[in-house]
């Protein structure tokens, strides 16, 4: 039987007993938090994707960017994902302009608020001692430093979910009976109330919440036997009040996409992620698409309405997609356990397992403070079971705490697993760490031997198990230096890309994205020497210099072609346009057109290879071979200006005025600056 060494600290306490020392601890918490958040900030901005973010957070600033200037992002369809932390963001540009320091900063208070609730919780229902531990774990855990200054959502949404817990905590502990006082009455109501518009407003953010919210209805009228009529009064108002933040976007995505959409329609599309047969349970990407944001959602569209022989609404998409999903599940049921399994193993594992770029290649090398740092998910996760384990002692007042952990991981691991979906069941999961921990410790003080054996005997297993990481998930710091060196590249340093990927390649030989990306570097050395000294008029010197560059970066890139390693195929089709880019600036057009042919075979959605190839056809007269190219570029990626102005020439060329007239169209309302667009539509409208 399990001692309880500390029955007092059982009983939460009361509101009224919020004294000096705690309101001392509350703020030291926060205020420590947010100092640490604000210099991790400050470190962080040597870090070149602070001020040019890529994946997730570029499309949360691009979809900022639109609520600036009163556009809807993705005309005229339901959201395909959740609003509220994009509109957050607008906000924050519309207020401060476009910047990209002032929301990290309010993110960083909203984490420090986040730690003082954390505190609130681990008080009301552990003592003092266990919150003001959790608030201080919190504070100093570095993976939440971390998120908190990532243009992501993870700070939004774990605020709004602590929000809702420490509510429905203190709702639960309001007494409601028939003798209980009008204003306490009302205050439990309240409570329920607000918390069901904090888990709405979550939900806006991340839907999968929403299961948990269900699970609370449930909760609210089971939680005790007496006064039924109250219990379902107040699990109603619960539930009505987190519908109140969702039912204006389901709405909105009717009237403007004529789709029945809750909140967002990218549901399918993740569900699939997880769940197919070439699923790894942690990377987000569709097999078939290409890795990039946009690529990938165009593909997933053209994949879907492939398969239906029609166009299809955005539900319709998520549908064929789940599915897929429950085709591979019910088809495949061992291999689809078998995924399950490791999505399980990777989520109570203490690595990091990142999702738009390597966690610890970017906080170790631009965090400054995160080596003095040490508290990890490997000491978290172990006592944070046993904590969940001892919560069972009183499971109905502790459902907010083991429910939400358990209920709000279920939903992660169905998915596919990463660490940002992770975290907010982990800042529970800190609280209950904190509580087994001192459960363990009082029974160690008391000399209560069965407590800290059957203790030790859960935790000691536990963190081996955590502790120990499949090779699959560790953290690729070589990625990291693929997306800097891309970065310099875009930034037109090739010096610093070129130093930066060969210190890759020292430590990873075998990936072949570092080859492509300095081929790429050695490229826009080239380039750049050749514009320098064409600007003085060594035009000879220039070439050589230029074809000299052209010459590193082709061996470079015939390395990519040959390595054979785990995802290597994701580059090949990449290694083999850029050869064709060579040859083309080379006047070698034979060989570029093979070598666009290649990349095309490699990589069948490559919108820029067909729209060199097509480009590189059309200068052969192969006007027809040529549109069908341009097509499939556009088709590819629709925001791709440069075929729609190729496709506007190749008709005029042939002679059909009004599709060359359409095309041209197509590419101003991309970019309506483009200068050759502009000329092109005068030239054509002066036609008779």
Same mark, same amino acid.
């Given at each position: 039987m399990t001692a309880r060494p500390d029955p007092s600290a059982d009983?939460?306490?009361?509101?009224?007993?919020?004294?000096?020392k705690e309101w001392i601890l509350f703020a030291a918490i926060i205020v420590g938090a947010f100092v640490l958040r604000l210099v991790y900030i400050m470190f962080m901005r040597a870090n070149p994707t602070f001020e040019n973010p890529i994946m997730d957070p570029l499309y949360h600033a691009e979809w900022a960017r639109a609520f600036v200037r009163g556009e809807s992002f993705m005309e005229g369809q339901p959201y395909f994902r959740a609003p509220l932390y994009p509109w957050f963001l607008g906000i924050c540009f519309e207020l401060f302009g476009e910047n990209f320091l002032v929301p990290r900063i309010i993110q960083a208070a909203m984490g420090a608020v986040s730690c003082g609730l954390i505190f609130l919780i681990g008080r009301r229902v552990f003592g003092t001692a266990t919150g003001a531990a959790a608030g201080i774990v919190a504070a100093t855990y570095w993976i939440f430093l971390y998120f908190d200054a990532e243009l992501l959502i993870v700070p939004l949404i774990v605020l709004l979910d602590l929000v809702a817990l420490w509510l429905l905590l203190r709702a639960d502990a309001t007494p409601c009976v028939d003798a209980t006082p009008c204003a306490d009455a009302t205050r439990k109501w309240g409570n329920y109330v607000l918390s069901g518009l904090a888990i709405g407003l979550s939900a806006i953010a991340r839907p999968n919440v929403l299961l948990f919210g269900l699970a609370v209805c449930l909760w609210i009228v089971v939680r005790q036997r007496r006064e039924w009529h109250r219990r379902l009064l107040h699990a109603f108002l619960f539930g009505l009040a987190c519908l109140v933040p969702i039912l204006p976007i389901t709405v909105r995505n009717y009237t403007v996409g004529d789709d029945l959409v809750l909140i967002s329609s990218q549901g399918g599309v993740n569900f699939y992620i997880g769940n197919n047969p070439q699923s790894d349970g942690t990377r987000a990407v569709v097999p078939g698409t290409r890795p990039d944001w946009w690529g990938g959602y165009h593909d997933t569209i053209a994949m879907a309405e492939q398969a239906a022989g029609q166009p299809l609404k955005p539900s319709e998409v998520s549908q064929y997609f789940f599915e897929k999903s429950f085709d591979f599940i019910t088809e495949e049921t061992g291999e689809w356990l078998d995924l399950t399994g490791r999505k399980f193993r990777y989520y109570w594992n203490a690595q990091e397992i990142n999702n738009n770029k390597p966690i610890g290649f970017f906080a170790e090398?631009?965090?400054?403070?995160?080596?003095?740092?040490?508290? @990890?998910?490997? *000491? $978290?996760?172990?006592?944070?079971?046993?904590?969940?384990? !001892?919560?069972?002692?009183r499971p109905g007042r502790l459902f907010p705490l083991w429910g939400f952990v358990l209920i709000y991981s279920g939903t992660v691991i169905a998915f596919f697993v990463c660490t940002r979906f992770r975290v907010p069941a982990m800042v529970i999961l800190v609280i209950l760490a904190c509580e087994g921990a001192r459960w363990w410790l009082t029974a160690l003080t008391r000399k209560q031997w069965p407590a800290v054996i059957v203790a030790a005997a859960l935790v000691a297993p536990l963190a081996w198990w955590v502790n120990d990481v499949p090779d699959n998930v560790v953290d690729p710091d070589f990625q990291g230096y693929e997306i800097v060196g891309d970065l310099k590249i875009r930034q037109n340093d090739p010096d610093g890309a070129i130093a930066l990927l060969r210190e890759g390649l020292a430590l990873q030989k075998d990936f072949?994205?570092?080859?492509?990306?300095? @081929?790429?570097? *050695? $490229?826009?050395?080239?380039?750049?020497?050749?514009?320098? !000294?064409?600007?003085?008029?060594?035009?000879?010197?220039?070439?050589?210099?230029?074809?000299?560059?052209?010459?590193?970066?082709?061996?470079?890139?015939?390395?990519?072609?040959?390595?054979?390693?785990?995802?290597?195929e994701d580059w090949w089709g990449k290694a083999a346009y850029w050869r064709g880019y060579i040859f083309a600036n080379q006047e070698l057009f034979d060989e570029a057109i093979g070598a666009f042919r290649l990349a095309i075979q490699l990589e069948p959605r490559s919108a820029e290879s067909h729209y060199y190839l097509g480009f590189l056809l059309a200068r052969f007269n192969?006007?027809?071979?040529?549109?069908?190219?341009?097509?499939?570029?556009?088709?590819?990626m629709p925001e791709y200006v440069d075929p729609?102005?190729?496709?506007?020439?190749?008709?005029?060329?042939?002679?059909?005025?009004?599709?060359?007239?359409?095309?041209?169209?197509?590419?101003l309302r991309v970019d309506p600056s483009n200068k050759e667009a502009n000329d092109l539509l005068r030239r054509l409208r002066s036609r008779p």
């Amino acid at each position: 039987m399990t001692a309880r060494p500390d029955p007092s600290a059982d009983q939460p306490p009361a509101d009224g007993d919020f004294g000096r020392k705690e309101w001392i601890l509350f703020a030291a918490i926060i205020v420590g938090a947010f100092v640490l958040r604000l210099v991790y900030i400050m470190f962080m901005r040597a870090n070149p994707t602070f001020e040019n973010p890529i994946m997730d957070p570029l499309y949360h600033a691009e979809w900022a960017r639109a609520f600036v200037r009163g556009e809807s992002f993705m005309e005229g369809q339901p959201y395909f994902r959740a609003p509220l932390y994009p509109w957050f963001l607008g906000i924050c540009f519309e207020l401060f302009g476009e910047n990209f320091l002032v929301p990290r900063i309010i993110q960083a208070a909203m984490g420090a608020v986040s730690c003082g609730l954390i505190f609130l919780i681990g008080r009301r229902v552990f003592g003092t001692a266990t919150g003001a531990a959790a608030g201080i774990v919190a504070a100093t855990y570095w993976i939440f430093l971390y998120f908190d200054a990532e243009l992501l959502i993870v700070p939004l949404i774990v605020l709004l979910d602590l929000v809702a817990l420490w509510l429905l905590l203190r709702a639960d502990a309001t007494p409601c009976v028939d003798a209980t006082p009008c204003a306490d009455a009302t205050r439990k109501w309240g409570n329920y109330v607000l918390s069901g518009l904090a888990i709405g407003l979550s939900a806006i953010a991340r839907p999968n919440v929403l299961l948990f919210g269900l699970a609370v209805c449930l909760w609210i009228v089971v939680r005790q036997r007496r006064e039924w009529h109250r219990r379902l009064l107040h699990a109603f108002l619960f539930g009505l009040a987190c519908l109140v933040p969702i039912l204006p976007i389901t709405v909105r995505n009717y009237t403007v996409g004529d789709d029945l959409v809750l909140i967002s329609s990218q549901g399918g599309v993740n569900f699939y992620i997880g769940n197919n047969p070439q699923s790894d349970g942690t990377r987000a990407v569709v097999p078939g698409t290409r890795p990039d944001w946009w690529g990938g959602y165009h593909d997933t569209i053209a994949m879907a309405e492939q398969a239906a022989g029609q166009p299809l609404k955005p539900s319709e998409v998520s549908q064929y997609f789940f599915e897929k999903s429950f085709d591979f599940i019910t088809e495949e049921t061992g291999e689809w356990l078998d995924l399950t399994g490791r999505k399980f193993r990777y989520y109570w594992n203490a690595q990091e397992i990142n999702n738009n770029k390597p966690i610890g290649f970017f906080a170790e090398r631009y965090g400054g403070i995160v080596k003095f740092l040490p508290i @990890g998910a490997g *000491l $978290i996760l172990p006592l944070g079971l046993l904590g969940l384990f !001892l919560c069972f002692r009183r499971p109905g007042r502790l459902f907010p705490l083991w429910g939400f952990v358990l209920i709000y991981s279920g939903t992660v691991i169905a998915f596919f697993v990463c660490t940002r979906f992770r975290v907010p069941a982990m800042v529970i999961l800190v609280i209950l760490a904190c509580e087994g921990a001192r459960w363990w410790l009082t029974a160690l003080t008391r000399k209560q031997w069965p407590a800290v054996i059957v203790a030790a005997a859960l935790v000691a297993p536990l963190a081996w198990w955590v502790n120990d990481v499949p090779d699959n998930v560790v953290d690729p710091d070589f990625q990291g230096y693929e997306i800097v060196g891309d970065l310099k590249i875009r930034q037109n340093d090739p010096d610093g890309a070129i130093a930066l990927l060969r210190e890759g390649l020292a430590l990873q030989k075998d990936f072949c994205g570092l080859y492509v990306t300095l @081929g790429r570097a *050695l $490229i826009k050395k080239g380039e750049t020497e050749q514009a320098i !000294l064409e600007g003085q008029g060594r035009k000879a010197e220039a070439l050589r210099a230029r074809d000299k560059w052209f010459a590193q970066a082709a061996k470079e890139l015939e390395t990519a072609g040959r390595i054979r390693s785990p995802r290597s195929e994701d580059w090949w089709g990449k290694a083999a346009y850029w050869r064709g880019y060579i040859f083309a600036n080379q006047e070698l057009f034979d060989e570029a057109i093979g070598a666009f042919r290649l990349a095309i075979q490699l990589e069948p959605r490559s919108a820029e290879s067909h729209y060199y190839l097509g480009f590189l056809l059309a200068r052969f007269n192969q006007i027809d071979a040529a549109i069908n190219h341009f097509k499939t570029a556009i088709d590819c990626m629709p925001e791709y200006v440069d075929p729609h102005v190729a496709l506007g020439r190749a008709f005029a060329i042939k002679g059909q005025k009004q599709d060359a007239i359409k095309a041209i169209k197509e590419a101003l309302r991309v970019d309506p600056s483009n200068k050759e667009a502009n000329d092109l539509l005068r030239r054509l409208r002066s036609r008779p």
